[in-house]
């Protein structure tokens, strides 16, 4: 068939990411927030979104939302843009980002989307792997860009699936060797309490990612990307002029509006994750590893195929990350509230060999 030949073939040899959706179970693997808005705080936002206008298209580069979370993350306004979730604006950045440096840098492991639109925008990809800490080489990170290359390095930090914040010197060090843009993705920075936004004061060729996924807001899909404003402004021309919907935009001010709600389940789910990683060093044959993140990421001494299909059979869904050499029978699981993060351990402690 003619369409093989026009293909790309590195989209030929890659599977994608795959969402698995799984009918009547407890969702354990997408790092989603277990708790929703309560009913008052929903009936409101509801009766906000049954003002649009549906027959009108949305307001194109949301300005005053751009201005409040400007004002809500610190920044100038011209340094923030948002997007349709953190995907769209890594996709962004992978498809302006390809002068005469080229390239996008990767440790591994780490969020698998990095690669995947990085190789679906045409883009030629490193992947250095973390330490045995699951920390940055930073060495061999060094190494890859002494050639000129790349013109992004993708560094989650919190890590997924790892759960760690990588070492601020580290980063530093790579941020002032780096010829391109170092991005660092700070999905998860609300469950470490810290961030490292302050260092766009000291580097200009630094950008940050922001998300309202994990927050309690993953069906608004709405993404944040934050740096410095002659980048932002070269980045805003490739974005879709309508790329964030009306719903969207209401359910992000609504955010702010009521953000002490939101923050007060990011501190249930940092309690919840540590009682959980307790329950998980008492399974023998499961090693968790200490967690910055809304999951928690742990190693098996079986194989975690068949812990991954026995939990469904129990009901509930994991991330299996059996992937060789760097994560051999591995399972990443997302924080639920109490009566979720009970049933995957008494589940697991059924399941695990005795």
């Given at each position: 068939?003619?369409?093989?030949?026009?293909?790309?073939?590195?989209?030929?040899?890659?599977?994608?990411?795959f969402?698995?959706?799984?009918?009547?179970?407890?969702?354990?693997?997408?790092?989603?927030?277990?708790?929703?808005?309560?009913?008052?705080?929903?009936?409101?936002?509801?009766?906000k979104?049954?003002?649009?206008?549906?027959?009108?298209?949305?307001?194109?580069g949301?300005p005053?939302?751009r201005?409040?979370y400007?004002?809500?993350f610190?920044?100038?306004?011209?340094?923030?843009?948002?997007g349709?979730?953190?995907?769209?604006?890594i996709?962004?950045?992978?498809?302006?980002?390809?002068?005469?440096?080229?390239?996008?840098?990767?440790?591994?492991?780490?969020?698998?989307m990095?690669k995947?639109?990085?190789?679906?925008?045409?883009?030629?990809?490193?992947?250095?792997?973390?330490n045995?800490?699951?920390?940055?080489?930073?060495?061999?990170?060094?190494?890859?860009?002494?050639?000129?290359?790349?013109?992004?390095?993708?560094?989650?930090?919190?890590?997924?699936?790892?759960?760690?914040?990588?070492?601020?010197?580290?980063?530093?060090?790579?941020?002032?060797?780096?010829?391109?843009?170092?991005?660092i993705?700070?999905?998860?920075?609300?469950?470490?309490?810290?961030?490292l936004?302050?260092?766009?004061?000291?580097?200009?060729?630094?950008?940050?990612?922001?998300?309202?996924?994990?927050?309690?807001?993953?069906?608004?899909?709405?993404?944040?990307?934050i740096?410095?404003?002659?980048?932002?402004?070269?980045?805003?021309?490739?974005?879709?002029?309508?790329?964030?919907?009306?719903?969207?935009?209401?359910?992000?001010?609504?955010?702010?509006?009521?953000?002490?709600?939101?923050?007060?389940?990011?501190?249930?789910?940092?309690?919840?994750?540590?009682?959980?990683?307790?329950?998980?060093?008492?399974?023998?044959g499961?090693?968790?590893?200490?967690?910055?993140?809304?999951f928690?990421?742990?190693?098996?001494?079986?194989?975690s195929?068949?812990?991954?299909?026995?939990?469904?059979?129990?009901?509930?869904?994991?991330?299996?990350?059996?992937?060789?050499?760097?994560?051999?029978?591995?399972?990443?699981?997302?924080?639920?509230?109490r009566?979720?993060?009970?049933?995957?351990?008494?589940?697991?402690?059924?399941?695990?060999?005795?």
């Open positions: 068939m003619i369409w093989k030949n026009i293909v790309n073939r590195k989209i030929f040899e890659q599977s994608g990411y969402a698995q959706e799984i009918a009547g179970v407890i969702k354990m693997d997408a790092n989603e927030n277990p708790f929703t808005i309560q009913e008052p705080l929903k009936r409101k936002l509801l009766e979104m049954s003002r649009i206008d549906f027959n009108r298209y949305p307001v194109a949301a005053e939302l201005n409040r400007a004002k809500y610190g920044v100038d306004k011209d340094m923030i843009m948002l349709n979730g953190s995907d769209e604006l996709q962004i950045l992978c498809m302006t980002l390809k002068g005469k440096i080229k390239g996008v840098l990767v440790p591994v492991p780490t969020f698998s990095y995947i639109i990085a190789v679906n925008t045409g883009n030629n990809v490193i992947e250095v792997p973390l045995k800490k699951f920390d940055l080489d930073c060495d061999a990170i060094v190494d890859q860009i002494k050639e000129n290359f790349p013109a992004l390095i993708f560094l989650s930090c919190p890590n997924s699936p790892t759960g760690n914040l990588f070492s601020r010197a580290k980063i530093e060090a790579i941020i002032k060797k780096s010829p391109g843009i170092v991005v993705d700070e999905a998860y920075a609300a469950f470490s309490g810290q961030t936004l302050p260092l766009l004061k000291k580097y200009d060729n630094l950008i940050f990612l922001k998300t309202l996924s994990k927050l309690g807001l993953a069906s608004m899909r709405l993404g944040f990307l740096g410095n404003k002659e980048i932002v402004a070269q980045l805003d021309k490739v974005r879709l002029p309508y790329n964030v919907n009306s719903l969207s935009q209401i359910a992000a001010d609504f955010f702010l509006d009521y953000h002490n709600e939101f923050s007060s389940q990011v501190k249930e789910i940092i309690k919840r994750r540590e009682e959980l990683y307790l329950g998980l060093q008492k399974i023998a499961i090693k968790p590893f200490p967690s910055q993140a809304n928690i990421f742990f190693s098996c001494a079986f194989d195929d068949r812990i991954y299909k026995q939990l469904v059979a129990e009901g509930i869904v994991v991330k299996n990350l059996n992937i060789p050499p760097h994560m051999p029978d591995c399972v990443r699981v997302t924080v639920g509230n009566k979720e993060n009970d049933s995957l351990l008494r589940a697991l402690k059924s399941v695990v060999p005795q």
